[in-house]
């Protein structure tokens, strides 16, 4: 019954006669209300940014030593700096700046596997920080409160890849008071501030672009999903790696005909994306897994199994109008979920994904493109000013405690 059902969808949603022009009549709807007028929103004009002039050991001086920060999900701490030295909103003067940026690489410390080591980066944010307060007297009026960081590693500024031992850490105490740009998106977790930026992680676009097919190519997946499942060498029941959302997935979908789910990463990965109807994104704590991006590029709608999570510019992309939520718990009913989404939804959402803005949203080019996830990190910063009079301190007044933290972040750097 469930496969007939899927069969009845397919052909509702690409039509039984000139499947081209259906298609092509589905193709794009505009989206209306708050969420789309703030997407298309023109940060120039809006605000201004200082960007600090830190040694090159902050930032490129470590993207010398391994080039390979340029192509992993965490790489928008690189290409946001490469952006704003260029910005129409950059400012060479200080005193007229809404906001200040200091380009730190946190992330670009890599193992010889390519993944990043969080470990130094207290030592380099503490470091930059004790240089930027006594070099401008910018930083020392409101302890951080106009400044932005760009901390796109998995807990953001608690820097620790292990959710444990990262809401133990915190963030970073003398970055309590900025705004910080990150992957990372949970509700009521210590890791993630109020007046935080979610982003998306980094996905190529020049990659995703030269594997794009012809739009007319029909979705003839159902499910499409190709990851780990389990973290063999720290979690290798299931239970913490992506929440259990993975295993779970795996374990009841695994001989599911609706179901093409893999830990295979095959040569034609991005273009099974583009036949499918459906991309599960089982994103655990965090949106920075790069298939909630692809999916969205490539116009398969994403279904997103992740309790509380805090989405990339959520105040400007319609995640509940492209997207399908299923809590965790559901997981093992994801078929009848699926199936029982009626045609006229799974259309809508395939013409509001279809949507330039959309993608662009969601992506890093360079060079940087009108309404990008560039544009959107200073769209969102813009919709935070003017800054609340408390931003500022009285003369005399202390907030941040230099001294506190963990006895190993207080070393040099």
């Known amino acids: 019954m469930r496969v007939c059902l899927w069969v009845f969808v397919v052909v509702i949603v690409f039509g039984s006669g000139d499947g081209k022009h259906a298609y092509q009549r589905l193709r794009t709807e505009r989206i209306s209300g708050s969420a789309g007028d703030v997407l298309e929103d023109d940060p120039v004009g809006r605000l201004k940014v200082y960007v600090y002039e830190l040694p090159s050991k902050y930032n490129k001086k470590l993207l010398q030593k391994d080039p390979r920060c340029l192509t992993h999900m965490f790489a928008a701490e690189i290409f946001m ?16 700046a809404d906001w200040f940026y200091a380009p730190i690489y946190p992330t670009c410390d890599l193992t010889p596997t390519g993944l990043p080591l969080p470990f130094k980066s207290p030592r380099m944010m503490r470091s930059a920080v004790q240089l930027i307060s006594s070099n401008w007297p910018y930083w020392n009026r409101t302890e951080g409160s106009d400044h932005f960081f760009v901390v796109p590693h998995d807990f953001g500024a608690c820097f620790h890849y292990q959710e444990e031992k990262a809401i133990e850490r915190g963030i970073l105490p003398l970055l309590q008071r900025a705004t910080l740009v990150q992957t990372f998106g949970q509700r009521n977790h210590v890791c993630l501030n109020e007046g935080s930026i979610t982003i998306p992680p980094y996905a190529p676009p020049q990659k ?26 720290n979690d290798p029941e299931g239970g913490y790696y992506a929440r259990g959302a993975r295993a779970a997935v795996w374990e009841n979908f695994k001989n599911n005909p609706l179901f093409d789910i893999s830990t295979d990463h095959p040569a034609t990965y991005y273009e099974d994306m583009q036949r499918a109807i459906f991309c599960l994104c089982p994103l655990g704590w965090a949106p920075w897994s790069p298939r909630l991006v692809e999916a969205v590029v490539f116009g398969c709608i994403p279904v997103i199994i992740a309790d509380d999570i805090v989405l990339p510019f959520a105040d400007a992309i319609p995640w509940e109008e492209i997207g399908v939520f299923v809590a965790e718990e559901d997981v093992p009913d994801l078929d009848t979920i699926l199936t029982s989404i009626p045609s006229e939804v799974i259309l809508r959402k395939q013409r509001l994904l279809a949507n330039p803005s959309m993608k662009r949203a969601m992506l890093f080019p360079q060079p940087a493109q009108p309404g990008d996830a560039f544009h959107q990190i200073l769209n969102g910063l813009a919709r935070k000013l003017p800054h609340d009079r408390t931003a500022y301190l009285k003369p005399g007044q202390k907030v941040l405690n230099w001294t506190t933290g963990p006895v190993g972040d207080l070393k040099p750097w």
Do not use: C, K, W
């Open 208 to 233: 995703m672009q030269a594997r794009q097919i012809p739009l007319d190519t029909p979705r003839s997946i159902f499910v499409y999903f190709r990851g780990l499942f389990y973290d063999v060498n």
């Open 81 to 96: 700096h490469r952006f704003l030295l260029s910005s129409p909103v950059r400012t060479l003067n200080p005193d007229e």
